[in-house]
Every structure is written in structure tokens, then in C-alpha cells.
């Protein structure tokens, strides 16, 4: 089984309950970003910037991870 999809099964199950909608800027939502997180310490990429350049080399798994677009490096810093 590969990483991205242990990491929808786990976080989607076990961690994040469906939010609300709100005002404003749609984002990511904590659901995405605690994918991207789980997924980052299952890949051992410890750095903002490393998951970063990961999610763009592995676009499968971005995608895989329901990611409309690979989030900035800034945005995954502040996660």
C-alpha cells in the first residue's frame, strides 16, 4: 500500500471531523493539511521546503493526497 493512500485512510478516519463552511479564501482546510503532514512524516521530510520540492517532483501523490494544487512552501511552513 503506498504512503498517500495510508495517509487518506488514517487521518480521514482517525483525526479530522468534516468543518464547517466559512467566509473568505477557501485554502486547504485542516483535513489537506494534516494529509500533507502524516504524508510528510511517512516520507521522513522533515523541512517546510523539502515537502515542498517532494510534492512537486511526486505529483501522483499530491494527487493522491486530494490536493487541488501543491500548496506553497510558506503555506506548509505555517501548518
Known amino acids: 500500500m503506498e504512503a498517500c493512500e495510508v495517509v ?3 487521518v480521514n478516519k482517525a483525526i ?3 468543518e464547517p463552511k466559512r467566509r473568505g479564501n477557501p485554502g486547504y482546510g485542516r483535513l489537506k493539511a494534516n494529509r500533507v503532514l ?3 512524516r511517512a516520507e521522513r521530510v522533515e523541512n517546510d521546503t ?3 520540492e517532494h510534492l512537486k517532483k511526486h ?4 494527487s493522491g493526497l486530494s490536493l487541488h494544487s501543491i500548496p506553497d ?4 511552513g505555517l501548518w
Do not use: K, N, P, Q
Not at 73 to 76: A, E, G, L, M, Q
Open 8 to 10: 487518506r485512510r488514517f
Open 16 to 18: 479530522v471531523s468534516a
Open 38 to 40: 502524516v504524508y510528510a
Open 50 to 52: 523539502r515537502i515542498f
Open 59 to 62: 505529483i501522483w501523490d499530491s
Open 73 to 76: 512552501r510558506t503555506t506548509v
